[in-house]
């Protein structure tokens, strides 16, 4: 079966795991671990909060995205696209 290019998926829920890695669950069934520490290592203002691992951690799904408090998402399809090229995504057990 053919990945689809720009799949329709949304963040259905996240879990910080320390420092600066969260786990994911997708609205497709699949879920991953991501170490986002590459993107808070860029500058800027809106990602200077995120170096905190504390303040990291307050993330929270908005509209089907990660999402922080200062209003900085990511794009969900975009991070699962990510996940996927890189082997990072399982299919979830059966629904909980």
């Known amino acids: 079966m053919a990945k689809a290019e720009f799949p329709m998926v949304d963040v259905l829920r996240v879990r910080s795991l320390g420092g600066h890695r969260l786990w994911l669950r997708f609205t497709d069934g ?7 520490t ?7 203002p809106m ?10 951690a307050r993330v929270f799904v908005e509209s ?10 990511i794009d969900s399809i975009h991070l699962y696209m ?3 090229d890189a082997g990072a995504l399982t299919q979830a057990a059966a629904a909980e």
Not at 38 to 44: E, F, I, M, Y
Not at 47 to 56: A, E, N, V
């Open 30 to 36: 699949s879920e991953g671990v991501r170490d986002l």
């Open 38 to 44: 590459d993107l808070v290592a860029q500058s800027g």
């Open 47 to 56: 990602l200077k909060p995120l170096k905190s691992p504390d303040y990291f």
């Open 64 to 73: 089907g995205a990660l999402t922080w408090p200062n209003g900085f998402d």
């Open 82 to 84: 990510q996940m996927r």
